[in-house]
């Protein structure tokens, strides 16, 4: 290949179950930030804690949502790239050959 590199495919779906997986981590850790801001979720006495903690909370979220995202992005174009890469030459050449 010139100007390019190899990619086994199966690589690629290795690559894609361990993105799968760090993105249900982070949905449930988002979760979890999500049940615990709510300022009566320790009773009263997290109520004043709520109130300390309560914008380092929302910004935590807001970065674990935005990993969230962005990790189910890169595991989409990876399965797409693990799909392209699963065809080679001969199956492109497949596809405009002429009969014989």
Not at 20 to 49: K, M, Q, W, Y
């Amino acid at each position: 290949m010139s100007g390019g590199f190899h990619v086994d495919p199966g690589e690629l779906e290795a690559h894609r179950k361990k993105i799968d997986d760090i993105s249900i981590r982070l949905n449930r850790v988002g979760s979890a930030v999500e049940t615990t801001a709510n300022p009566e979720a320790f009773g009263l006495v997290g109520i004043p804690l709520a109130a300390i903690c309560g914008i380092g909370q929302v910004e935590a979220l807001e970065s674990i949502v935005a990993a969230s995202k962005a990790s189910l992005d890169h595991a989409e174009r990876v399965h797409t790239w693990q799909k392209v890469k699963e065809w080679d030459e001969e199956d492109f050449k497949g596809l405009f050959k002429l009969e014989d």
